[in-house]
């Protein structure tokens, strides 16, 4: 099982340059999410998926964008790339335990925007 | 919306024991997790509570009281791996989705 699997790694682009952050799980998850994490703010929500074909957007949407094709597969789309938007992303995608989504991470996908 | 508030930094001593408390409002509380980050790592899962009282795992245990907004982490017979961020997170609401806020975590340095 490979958990979480985020692609790229390390990312630099310009100003207005677009790029797609992709993320895939294998542990069959109905939920999956995109953090985004900067120094002092901690961990904020960009958009979640409950399923295939259904997303929502979380608390920091603006200038991204998400698809859920697959059960296994959330991308998320930065369509025009600000500095503002150089950060670490997280994907994470949940399972139920008592009750509650425990979310499993990604390992981060860490942009620098020039 | 969500407030959260825990604490920025905190040092204790490989063995001693450490409390991280974590302060909460929310319109409607449905369970508060803590995570554990390394440096440079994702976040990874500790504890649940969504009842008041203590949950016991192993060297950490978490509490909730809900009337009171607050949780702690406590860790015990710390260890030098224990070094890391600790994140509070609460989930309000029910149904589906999993929107859940963060704390800004608490960064733990163990010494010897």
């Known amino acids: 099982n490979a958990g979480v699997t985020q692609t790229p790694k390390f990312q630099v682009l310009k100003t207005g340059q677009s790029m797609t952050l992709q993320c895939a799980q294998d542990?069959?998850?109905?939920?999956m999410s995109w953090y985004r994490q900067d120094p002092g703010m901690g961990l904020r929500l960009i958009h979640y998926s409950v399923g295939a074909g259904i997303t929502d957007q979380g608390e920091v949407p603006n200038g991204y964008n998400v698809s859920r094709s697959t059960t296994e597969d959330f991308p998320l789309r930065l369509l025009s790339a600000a500095p503002s938007q150089t950060s670490v992303y997280f994907c994470?995608?949940?399972?139920?335990?008592?009750?509650?989504?425990?979310?499993?991470f990604g390992a981060g996908s860490r942009l620098t925007v020039l | 919306g969500q407030n959260i508030d825990q604490p920025t930094e905190m040092t204790a001593t490989e063995g001693a024991i450490v409390q991280i408390n974590c302060t909460y409002q929310t319109s409607g509380f449905n369970g508060l997790f803590w995570y554990q980050q390394h440096a440079a790592e994702a976040p990874t899962f500790l504890s649940y509570n969504v009842l008041d009282g203590l949950e016991e795992k192993g060297r950490f245990s978490s509490f909730l009281s809900r009337s009171k907004g607050y949780s702690y982490l406590l860790l015990k017979e710390l260890q030098m791996k224990d070094s890391a961020s600790y994140l509070c997170a609460v989930r309000e609401g029910s149904g589906g989705g999993n929107k859940l806020t963060f704390g800004t975590g608490t960064q733990l340095k163990v010494e010897l």
């Open positions: 994470a995608s949940s399972r139920r335990i008592s009750g509650a989504n425990v979310l499993t």
């Open positions: 542990m069959n998850h109905e939920y």
